[in-house]
Nanobody
Framework: QVQLVESGGGLVQPGGSLRLSCAASGSIFSIDAMGWYRQEPGKQRELVAKIIGGSTNYADSVKGRFTISRDNAKNTVTLQMNSLKPEDTAVYYC????????????????WGQGTQVSVSS
């Protein structure tokens, strides 16, 4: 079993900043990719940012404002969010593509429980 635990969500004013962190634990052999998704009420979950090796990808709506980084040794990923806008309000979910140590060996995605980010004046 693999668990992803997010932290760092909260309420912030427009233009403010938040930093989200996610830690993966459990029967992990390796993590090939980690990322952040978000979901607003009544909408589908969407990709915010992901990191694979040394490469990063961002949604157009967050480019220049958000930065994703990863600490491979600690199995953690961080999302630094600056210049936040009301439309950034959503539940943010951590995602990881994990190769497990459990038999049979599998490679699959895991999700965190989500953390609320609210941007409002």
């Amino acid at each position: 079993q693999v668990q992803l635990v997010e932290s760092g969500g909260g309420l912030v004013q427009p233009g403010g900043s938040l930093r989200l962190s996610c830690a993966a634990s459990g029967s992990i052999f390796s993590i090939d990719a980690m990322g952040w998704y978000r979901q607003e009420p009544g909408k589908q979950r969407e990709l915010v940012a992901k990191i694979i090796g040394g490469s990063t990808n961002y949604a157009d709506s967050v480019k220049g404002r958000f930065t994703i980084s990863r600490d491979n040794a600690k199995n953690t990923v961080t999302l630094q969010m600056n210049s936040l806008k009301p439309e950034d309000t959503a539940v943010y979910y951590c995602n990881a593509l994990v190769r497990t140590t459990q038999a049979p060996a599998v490679r699959r995605t895991y999700w965190g429980q989500g953390t609320q980010v609210s941007v409002s004046s």
